[in-house]
T-cell receptor
Framework: AQKITQTQPGMFVQEKEAVTLDCTYD???????LFWYKQPSSGEMIFLIY??????QNATEGRYSLNFQKARKSANLVISASQLGDSAMYFC??????????????FGTGTSLTVIP | GAGVSQSPSNKVTEKGKDVELRCDPI?????LYWYRQSLGQGLEFLIY????????KSGLPSDRFSAERTGGSVSTLTIQRTQQEDSAVYLC?????????????FGPGTRLTVL
């Protein structure tokens, strides 16, 4: 089974509107972290937001918020007031916490977001 | 402070040649990761270093790939006898710890093209 699933290969949003990028995950580890990264056309992976499995509240960072629904195993990224510079690939990732092994960090296949002026 | 740096930013080589890719992590970060990203794809884990522990090499695709990390800092990924399917962007990341909250910070990547 896929550890991280991003079902939206491409999304479009009007400038200044909000958009939700979907992410579901699969783990039996009680301790895990969820991450979202942005990858613009320049190629660099930019960390956006983190949510821990034990965090009671949804994470927020500026215009980014993470809609964490633990029972559904979903960690959707919400971008409010979209800007043209938000056009990029967005990757959801998960880290399972109990073992210090590098391959315990899993990435989804990404969602390409295009912001329309 | 300085982020993760990688060099070269672009590398074009001929099939069969060896290449070395360099990663300089954020100062103080004990964990270092190498990933490969083929065009339009997600990230493929290659290798992981944590402090002085033996590296996790479980993601290396073949014995043509190797990596080392000297002095717990700079890392070099070496690909011997390159093949066209090795063409990809190679990303390096570092983090402070290995726990569930260890945010990985990525370098700009090295775009490798094997002709």
């Amino acid at each position: 089974a896929q550890k991280i699933t991003q079902t939206q290969p491409g999304m479009f949003v009007q400038e200044k509107e909000a958009v939700t990028l979907d992410c579901t995950y699969d783990t039996s580890d009680p301790s895990y972290g969820l991450f979202w990264y942005k990858q613009p056309s320049s190629g660099e992976m930019i960390f956006l937001i983190y949510q821990g499995s034990y965090d009671q509240q949804n994470a927020t960072e500026g215009r980014y918020s993470l809609n964490f629904q633990k029972a559904r195993k979903s960690a959707n990224l919400v971008i409010s007031a979209s800007q043209l510079g938000d056009s990029a690939m967005y990757f959801c990732a998960m880290r399972e916490g109990l073992r210090p092994a590098g391959n315990q960090f899993y990435f989804g296949t990404g969602t390409s977001l295009t912001v329309i002026p | 402070g300085a982020g993760v740096s990688q060099s070269p930013s672009n590398k074009v080589t001929e099939k069969g040649k060896d290449v070395e890719l360099r990663c300089d992590p954020i100062s103080g970060h004990t964990a270092l990761y190498w990933y490969r990203q083929s065009l339009g794809q997600g990230l493929e884990f290659l290798i992981y270093f944590q402090g002085n522990s033996a590296p996790d090499k479980s993601g290396l695709p073949s014995d043509r790939f190797s990596a080392e990390r000297t002095g717990g800092s700079v890392s070099t990924l070496t690909i011997q006898r390159t093949q066209q399917e090795d063409s990809a962007v190679y990303l390096c990341a570092s983090s402070t710890t290995w726990g569930p909250s260890d945010t990985q910070y990525f370098g700009p990547g090295t775009r490798l093209t094997v002709l």
